[in-house]
């Protein structure tokens, strides 16, 4: 009852301009995560998406195994929600995922190489299809690396080989000739073996003429901090003529977050930002949710949380006045 009062709520409004309008000014887009039920139920959640941010993800809600976890049977009103909320607010929408290992219906895991690449190019078609002209990019490709800086084992590489990332790329230009195309990776905001072999495929596709226009950095941290080579693996990506894109951004702290450690996490969230100001290519920052009451932090790692901008309450923490005050000089 007291959970159900409280997300009929107005948002209590949060100080300072709104993080679109910083961003706006700096020419970055300055986006969110969402969730489609959060959104539907929590009248405040939804009335920060739409007041603080540009941009939004839908955080699980594109994936495969959300869309199509029987084959055939399409599950798509959580996506239409977001997509038709972020209409109304005129934000952009980045499209998150088409072809990832993770979050795969169990199906597709099954299907031999014949099948799979006849499925993958159909899906990439149906969501791109579908929000054509309203899904400005798309992740095409997720997280294809290992840590080791291998082409990581999934059922596209272990069926289709190495091509199943440019064939992706073409069938992705073909159904949405509009959109922008990411290959977006997890791990690789340094220069490090990982991001090192990203590069050169990235390097690669361009010079077969692949149809890819940025490479996103989702950056999952902590209070470790940065890699100090951020601004420069950004640099050396622009380099080679695509966009770059901070789309996951995120500070995990050790729980119980204690004001020390939110204060520590303050200036990690202000580096974050200044180095995609510092990038001309650098033209979107995506936060993977601005609240610890949703953020995939607090739910899939133990001991972990305290990840977002604001806390479970929808409070600013230390984070988010350091993000307004590096957008703002
Ligand atoms: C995460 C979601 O945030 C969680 O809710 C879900 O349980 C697992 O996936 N890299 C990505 C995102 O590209 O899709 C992942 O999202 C986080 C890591």
Redesign the pocket.
Known sequence: MADARRQGRDAEPLPGTVLRELGRERGVFIGT?VRAAAQRDNKAYRQLVAAQFASVTP??EM?WGAVEAKRGELRLEDADRIVGAAQDAGQAVRG??LVFH??LPGWVEGLGRAELRTATRAHIRRMMGRYRGRVAIWDVV??PITDGGELRRSPFLDKLGPGYIAQAFRDARRADPKAKLYI?E?GGEGINPKSDRLYALVRDLKARGVPIDGVGF?M?VNLAGLQPTYVENLRRFAALGVEVAIT?ADVGVRLPPTPAKLRKQAPIFAAIVRGCLAVQACKHLTF?GFTDGHS?IS??QPGWGAATLLDEQLRPKPAFRAVQRALRR
């Open positions: 995560a955080e699980n994936k998150h995922a993770s979050q997720n997280e977006n997890i989702q999952h996951e993977w995939w739910t899939t």
